[in-house]
């Protein structure tokens, strides 16, 4: 079983940046895709971007956070990172990393069957 674990979340004024991490102990991350996603309060769980395995190239941005936040991965820390810039009060969720079940995929996989317990994210002046 994959278990994922994401770190980083904050409180934090907006304009400031974040940079959250996904680790998954005794597994290489780098064989997965790996996407990030947050819910925000009463809103439905939004997918915000992915990186396929293999290398550091995303597939997928949401267009709210285009120009913002980054996708990459460290291989030799095993870690995928969400680098998050200019942070919007909007941008304030409890963000998750996900992985499939199979690794070798592309962005976006069919089906993400991992989930971390998620990292809170709050922007706020």
């Known amino acids: 079983q994959v278990r994922l674990v994401e770190s980083g979340g904050g409180l934090v004024q907006p304009g400031s940046s974040l940079t959250l991490s996904c680790t998954a102990p005794?597994?290489?991350?780098?064989?997965?895709?790996i996407g990030w996603f947050r819910r925000a309060p009463g809103k439905e769980r939004e997918g915000v971007s992915c990186?396929?395995?293999?290398?550091?190239?995303?597939?997928y941005l949401v267009d709210s956070v285009k120009g913002r936040f980054t996708i990459s991965r460290d291989n030799a820390k095993n870690t995928v990172y969400l680098q998050m810039n200019n942070l919007k009060p909007e941008d304030t969720a409890v963000y998750y990393c996900a992985a499939p079940y199979r690794y070798g995929e592309r962005c976006p996989p069919i089906e993400y069957n991992y989930w971390g317990q998620g990292t809170q994210v709050t922007v706020s002046a």
């Open positions: 990186l396929s395995s293999h290398d550091d190239a995303s597939s």
């Open positions: 005794g597994v290489t991350l780098r064989y997965y895709a």
